[in-house]
């Protein structure tokens, strides 16, 4: 008993020491309260627990359960293994950290945990509140894990019960600081709010009427069987009241599914087993500390919610003291904090559920009883994400990509929704219900999509793989109308998991359209994400002759899963012939940051600046700025030149808007690299060619012009399969089932003796400029080829003249003629001419081309000022008018054998 008295009084001295020493910092909410608390200063019950050396620990001695004593995590009457006097703690809310290592047996424990589940967990208790699970140790080796947030006050004692393989260091209080609210949320009066009646979530009085029309209609009388059948089960809950229940999602979904019940029918047994369940459940469920748990507490709010909302007026005002408070303890334990100000609302985590439909939900539902959380969910969503998604959307596309694109933007539309089923009307752009055409021109016929961002599926070697984003596609065909969107979403399979909301938003008027012909060909993606795919078919399947090609270039980056992939080409025939090679498991590690984000894994031109820095990596691998940063505001976008990504100078296709032959992009890529260049224009053709042999041909144009002669340029396309790699051209190949694509790559400029090839293939490709990145999975895209081209000679200005022909199986290209006239540079290939322009000004001077033989010659002249253009032929006649428009500055005309002369009239 003296030891213990002693060890307590210890304990307090070192409390009182370390308080006095850390309580003189500020900042706006007040002091700052610091404790560390050591594996020494704790009362241990020594019949079960013992001290460990271990190096690894602050003070080289830790707490561990002896050999042969059984964790008593699960005994909710056992005696503590830790006790801590917090009484030198000041009262408050306070951040815990715990510092704890494994032993052997926990070390082998975390090599066979397959996740986050697996993870070691210590059970706490403060006071006399409700005993919890907390993680403690995690499979990826993190010593330092953030416990939770905790009230401490009363008698001011903690309790805790080790697991097996754990040696515990220390416990780390800091004084709870909760978001600061922005001074225009603090003082906001939103103008869209709740209407005064119920319900209000995804339906209200004018729109319940119609959601219970169609539940008998088309597709929709399946999913109501279904919910019917499931919400007249009972669901049997049972729990401890004095014990912490996990997340139960059985029981999320019978309580969603009995209140959506009540409110199409008005079955009151029915609606007081769902309040029931919630108001039980939400009172004693806890969710720890595990990795990303914000996702299952945000469901947890976003079901009660409509549970609360849709049972309203037969919910007893207890119980609805019950489910608010818990809310809004719940809320404060979402990743975005509350006040929900931690992050932004326009990228990462805040854009996703959490605010969009967790905690929009919870406000809405909730207005009368506190209408402070939606004056600050709406401040966030209303002023801060609706008008810089305006701005974004102007190009159809979502800067974080296919995978991650397609997620948050689902996120986004939930809110749309929302808002727009509460009072009528809607509070996004229309331009939203364009963002889906995305994900349609990236498609490829084999059912995969061109690769951007972070996070994509790709087929096993002989293996078909469909990429889905079902929920993504329900939302949006409903938001839109859009027949297409829906046919793509029946492609997807026409299945969606949760048959509440699809009821509740699905109108079977809307009749699917699976036939993708009337689609132009062509998708100019606008100023914003400035980008072009251009196609030769919307034929879909292993046996597809089409040919796909995308670039992009100009506009704005946006930080988080886009990468630096500025110019940036993907080719498809086959199969990928080439594109991006980066693969994405784990955000941030080396590989990550130094390859698969970078424009070192992208088919796009590079220029090594020795003594370049790229911010948060050690990598330089040549390419544009890597930016992670990303800006909040429109205002942000085009005011900070950090995010500038270069300018589009010209985009057109033509001369049939629907199947264009030829599909013209250029930009200035400039202001995307650093200022190790002057200068940098990628100018791209792609030319229909509408033949089985020879479907495509395509022209790039590269001019780039460093600030210092020995930076060394390097052309670059990543191909998928080794490429063959002969004196005058490269071939690259892919193949479905017995058909073979060929692309023939032909680089006109500079001249062969000029240049130098290397090919970096298998894991080689990994390997940026001296540095070797191992990445996080073996497949097709991480042991890819990339075949860089460089010029032999120093010098600060160089160009890049090349032609792609695809061709099929055994077919060999066309043979090219090239030539160059003053400022323009002319290809010929059989019965096809493009004219690039290869100065940075575009053309306002006559020139002349010469077509050598007799056939009809399909023309087309890129770089032109806009205004009116006559062809004349070499007897001074006109035969043909050109109306060149501006930002687009291209022309088209048919012709025969002969020297004509272009120039404006």
Known sequence: MNVLKSCCVFVSLAL?????????????????????IPSSLMELDATRIGIVEDNRVQNQKGISLKEGSKSYIESPDARPDITINLQDVKSGRYRMHTVAYTNAYGAELMKKAKGKYESLFMKIQIDDQRPTKRVVYVPWDRP??????????????????LPKGVIFDRVEL??????????????????????????????????????????EKGENKAYWEKVKNSALLPFEFKFDPKEEVAFNEKLEKAAELKAFYY?????????REAIGLIKDYISHVEFGNILDITREIGRTIYISSEVY???????????????????????????????PFLQSVVNGHGNEAQVNRDLLSMSIAIYDENPQPYQYVSYALLETLVPMRKFEYQSPRHNQGVNYGSYRF??????????????????????????????????????????????????????????????????????????????????????????????????????????????????????????????????????????????????????????????????????LQFGDIGVYKFYGTPYDYNVSKRSVAHSMMLALDPKEKFDRTDGNDGGARFIQIHPKTPQEVTGNPVFNYGEIIAKDYGPSLQKPFYSYFSADLTKAYSKKLESY???????????????????VYDNMVTSDPTFKKYWQINAFEVPEIKSDEIVLHSQKGELTGNTYVNMLLPNASDRDIVVKGGKDANEVFGKKYTAPIVNRESSANRIMISPKKDQKKDQFLTVFQVTADSIKPMPLKHYDIGRVSVIVADKYVVCINKDDQ??????????PERKNYKIVLTGLRSGKWGVMNSKGKLIASIEVKENKNCGFFEAIQGKYTIKPI
Not at 842 to 851: G, H, N
Request: glycine letters at 8%; a neutral charge; hydrophobic letters at 35%.
């Open 16 to 36: 009182s020491l370390n308080l006095s020493a850390q309580t003189n910092s500020s900042n706006d909410a007040g002091s700052i309260n610091k404790y560390i």
């Open 174 to 215: 800091s004084t709870y600081t909760p978001p600061k609210v922005p001074a225009q949320a603090a003082n906001y009066s939103p103008k869209v709010v709740p209407l005064n009646t119920r319900p209000r979530l995804w339906v209200n009085s004018e729109s319940l009427p119609i959601v219970k029309s169609r539940l």
């Open 410 to 575: 689902t996120w986004d539309m939930h809110a749309a929704w929302l808002f727009y089923r509460m009072t009528g009307k809607a509070v996004f752009d229309d331009n939203i219900k364009n963002v889906p055409k995305f994900w349609q021109y990236m498609r490829l016929p084999d059912g995969e999509m061109f690769r951007d961002g972070d996070g994509f599926g790709s087929a096993a070697p002989g293996k078909s793989y469909y990429w889905k984003s079902p929920l993504c596609m329900f939302l949006s065909y409903n938001y839109s109308g859009d027949p297409k969107i829906k046919g793509e979403f029946e492609r997807q399979g026409g299945v969606l998991d949760n048959p509440v909301l699809y009821l509740l938003l699905n109108d079977p008027a809307i009749k699917a359209d699976k036939d993708l012909n009337s689609l132009p060909l062509t998708m100019d993606f606008g100023p914003v994400l400035g980008s072009m795919v251009a196609r030769t078919g919307w034929n879909m399947g292993n046996t597809s002759n089409d040919v796909v090609a995308e670039i992009k270039g100009g506009g704005y980056h946006f930080g988080n899963h886009q990468h630096a992939d500025a110019g940036a080409m993907q080719l498809y025939y086959r199969g």
């Open 842 to 851: 575009f053309i306002s001077e006559s020139f002349q081309i010469d077509i």
């Open 681 to 699: 224009k990628r100018s791209f053709c792609f030319l229909n060619l509408e033949r089985a042999d020879i479907p495509a041909m395509i022209v």
């Open 144 to 161: 330092r894990q953030e416990t939770g947030k905790f009230d401490i006050d009363k008698n001011k004692t903690m309790k805790i019960w």
């Open 309 to 339: 909302d849709w049972c309203y007026d037969i919910v007893t005002p207890e119980e609805k003291k019950i489910i608010v408070s818990n809310l809004m303890r719940l809320a404060d334990d979402m990743e975005i904090g509350w006040p």
């Open 263 to 271: 409110l199409m029918t008005g079955d009151k047994k029915i609606g």
